[in-house]
């Protein structure tokens, strides 16, 4: 915790760091007072912010730091159960680099001299161009929080004989430069030290980030896999009511060719076929896109088929070179004169041709065509067998009337 703002007869204030830059700044006393939970921060709400207590002496030259971390919750308020003696841990921080004053006491996540609190601490990049410790430095000196700097005490020169006054300084230039050496070792120690905890920390991201991935993907794998569980079930569903509605359909059609008036079969047809189509709209609906594309297709290729010409020297190239027409003979119809055009088409179905013409569909004109070529009762007893009481034919298809023209006088439906 800070309490104060001097720290070993000089100054503390904590930086918050925004990548390698200085993003606020504040004297010791102020970041007290948001520990202690009487102002917040809006801007930092639920944010882990990293941290720096700097500790200055009276010439505002940097002695200590330590990077901390600390969160702030969605109020902006930092966390209450953070409880991190910085202002302990700076008096027993290992020797850091020079900042101008001489070795700094350095804490940090790679540097910390109480294990308990490694957790709650971060360390400083030294990478060039993105140097934590430059950073602070030129913070420092800019003095945005108006520290005054305090003179040095001049000591009264008096004059000392020396007998070794003008004696080589040797060991003094020696000293200095082990000291240089050994300055220089503990920062290449600390900045290896940094790296690797960078290193850990990338990876830790990086294991972070794939277990969420896998995560997120093993969501969506289960997801899938419910809506295809979800999707069998409804088509085994849909599968089984088809069946059902088809075992009705047939029971009704049965039932209708056991009733005995015209009424009755009409009513039942109605039904049976109202329960069908009922049953058949949602899949008919599915099929619509794919039938409209086939539909597409067949009618360019029933185009195609019409226009292509005949092979060469075969019948059809004979025929149509010398405007040769085909005569063809059906009951209701008589004679037809088949057109070039129309041979093929005839071929395909010369009884739907025929009914065409007649202006019945195919299933009306061969009720009315079994009715012409033996005109008896059609009439069905219970044990399947057939009335076949002699009738009198009805010789034109658009006369004939299903259930009374092809029956006796007995069995007639009455109107």
């Known amino acids: 915790m800070v309490s104060a703002d001097q720290a070993t007869d000089g100054y503390a204030a904590v930086f918050f760091m925004d990548g390698s830059q200085v993003s606020r700044q504040m004297r010791a006393s102020e970041f007290g007072a948001f520990l202690d939970?009487?102002?917040?921060?809006?801007?930092?709400?639920?944010?882990?912010?990293?941290?720096?207590?700097?500790?200055?002496?009276?010439?505002?030259?940097?002695?200590?730091?330590?990077?901390?971390?600390?969160?702030?919750?969605?109020?902006?308020?930092?966390?209450?159960?953070?409880?991190?003696?910085?202002?302990?841990?700076?008096?027993?921080?290992?020797?850091?680099?020079?900042?101008?004053?001489?070795?700094?006491?350095?804490?940090?996540?790679?540097?910390?001299?109480?294990?308990?609190?490694?957790?709650?601490?971060?360390?400083?990049?030294?990478?060039?161009?993105?140097?934590?410790?430059?950073?602070?430095?030129?913070?420092?000196?800019?003095?945005?929080?108006?520290?005054?700097?305090?003179?040095?005490?001049?000591?009264?020169?008096?004059?000392?004989?020396?007998?070794?006054?003008?004696?080589?300084?040797?060991?003094?230039?020696?000293?200095?430069?082990?000291?240089?050496?050994?300055?220089?070792?503990?920062?290449?120690?600390?900045?290896?030290?940094?790296?690797?905890?960078?290193?850990?920390?990338?990876?830790?991201?990086?294991?972070?980030?794939?277990?969420?991935?896998?995560?997120?993907?093993?969501?969506?794998i289960a997801d899938l896999e419910q809506k295809y569980e979800r999707q069998r079930l409804s088509n085994e569903q849909l599968k089984k009511r088809l069946a059902e509605r088809n075992e009705q359909y047939l029971t009704m059609q049965e039932q209708i060719a056991d009733s005995g008036t015209d009424k009755q079969r009409e009513e039942s047809n109605a039904d049976a076929e109202l329960v069908l189509l009922k049953d058949q709209l949602e899949r008919r609906q599915r099929e619509l896109e794919l039938r409209d594309d086939k539909i597409v297709a067949l009618e360019q290729e029933n185009h195609e088929l019409r226009n292509r010409e005949p092979v060469e020297n075969s019948i059809m190239d004979h025929l149509k070179r010398q405007s040769v027409f085909l005569v063809a003979y059906h009951p209701g119809v008589g004679h037809l004169t088949l057109p070039f055009e129309d041979i093929e088409t005839y071929f395909e179905n010369p009884t739907a041709y025929a009914a065409d013409r007649c202006g019945m569909n195919e299933p009306a004109y061969r009720e009315w065509l079994e009715h012409y070529e033996n005109p008896v009762c059609a009439h069905e007893t219970d044990g399947g067998k057939r009335c076949g009481e002699p009738i009198l034919r009805v010789s034109q298809p658009s006369e004939f009337r299903p259930g009374v023209d092809d029956r006796c006088e007995q069995h007639q439906n009455p109107g």
């Open 37 to 220: 939970g009487y102002v917040g921060l809006s801007d930092l709400a639920e944010t882990d912010v990293r941290a720096v207590l700097v500790e200055l002496n009276g010439e505002l030259l940097v002695q200590s730091l330590v990077f901390f971390r600390i969160w702030f919750d969605e109020e902006g308020r930092a966390d209450t159960h953070w409880n991190v003696p910085i202002e302990e841990l700076a008096r027993n921080g290992a020797k850091g680099p020079d900042m101008g004053g001489g070795a700094i006491r350095l804490v940090c996540r790679s540097q910390c001299p109480d294990p308990r609190f490694k957790e709650d601490l971060w360390d400083p990049d030294m990478t060039p161009g993105n140097n934590h410790f430059q950073t602070i430095r030129k913070a420092v000196e800019a003095n945005s929080l108006k520290f005054r700097k305090k003179e040095p005490a001049r000591e009264e020169e008096i004059p000392v004989l020396n007998a070794q006054a003008e004696a080589p300084g040797t060991d003094d230039s020696s000293a200095a430069d082990r000291s240089r050496l050994a300055q220089l070792i503990r920062e290449q120690r600390l900045r290896i030290k940094t790296l690797q905890s960078v290193h850990r920390d990338s990876l830790s991201d990086l294991q972070r980030e794939h277990r969420l991935e896998m995560q997120t993907l093993r969501g969506e």
